[in-house]
């Protein structure tokens, strides 16, 4: 989920860290800033902690009133347009290996790479450490090139999916704050400009307070309506699927 900056962000500022190295060391939720290799450029990025709850819905899904579930609010934020590029290679070695990397506009505005690690499951949730980096839409920018390590060849990374969504956004809140925002998102899986695929599905992305209670009353609303089951499957491997591609032996991510 692109969030942009908001609190609740880990950080660290060791450029040439591995992944798993990077992630030791955590700190105040604020951007970081690292040279390019040869001390040219600087980027901005943040890594954090997502916790969300995936629910796929039928395309004529009525997104239902939150208000009041489990003492909550429903805000509504309106409606953006995203525009997402995922980066692979030719055998799909990122998702093979439950990794991620995106390039995501809001509203034709500036793009932010995103890397994503592997997922767990906590409760209904998923949970997984993510990479968010400002830049220009190619080439990866070389904070992700580092932290995707050298079991990748940078030089077979491409773009192999891109999609197009309406995401509505509504903010569930109390008296201390956003507890978590709910993205309902239809979504087009394209093929050049041509549009192979539609679907739709809901994202519940919690602020850092983890409450499995409050979410199984959000959850129970969202099914009550016509939602499904909580799942796994991300848009990245929804999109290959309608692509035509074999993600059988890959690992979602």
């Given amino acids: 989920m692109d969030r942009r900056w908001h609190a609740q962000r880990a950080r660290t500022c060791r450029c040439r860290a591995s992944w798993s190295a990077a992630w030791s060391t955590r700190g105040p939720a604020s951007p970081s800033t690292c040279d390019d290799a040869d001390g040219r450029a600087s980027y901005s990025w943040l890594m954090a902690v997502e916790r969300e709850i995936k629910i796929g819905v039928p395309t004529d899904f009525v997104l239902p009133d939150l208000t009041g579930a489990d003492g909550l609010r429903a805000v509504d934020r309106g409606v ?114 041509r549009e192979v ?34 799942e796994a499957s991300s848009k990245y491997v929804r999109a290959l699927r309608a692509l035509g591609r074999d993600v059988s032996d890959a690992s979602d991510s």
């Fill in 80 to 193: 953006h347009v995203l525009s997402t590029t995922y980066w692979d290679t030719d055998s799909l070695e990122l998702l093979k290996s439950r990794r991620g990397l995106r390039y995501r506009t809001t509203d034709g505005g500036d793009g932010i790479w995103t890397l994503k690690a592997k997922t767990r499951r906590d409760g209904l949730a998923l949970v997984r450490e993510e990479t968010e980096i400002e830049g220009p839409p190619q080439p990866p920018p070389p904070q992700a090139i580092r932290l995707i390590g050298g079991d990748v060849d940078p030089a077979a990374l491409h773009p192999v999916a891109q999609l197009r969504a309406e995401r509505r956004v509504v903010e569930l809140v109390d008296d201390a704050g956003v507890w978590a925002e709910v993205a309902d998102d239809s979504v087009a899986v394209l093929d050049g400009e």
């Fill in 197 to 230: 695929h539609r679907f739709r599905e809901i994202e519940v992305e919690m602020r850092g307070r983890d409450d499995g209670a409050r979410a199984g009353s959000v959850v129970e609303r969202l099914r009550t309506a016509g939602g499904g089951e909580p």
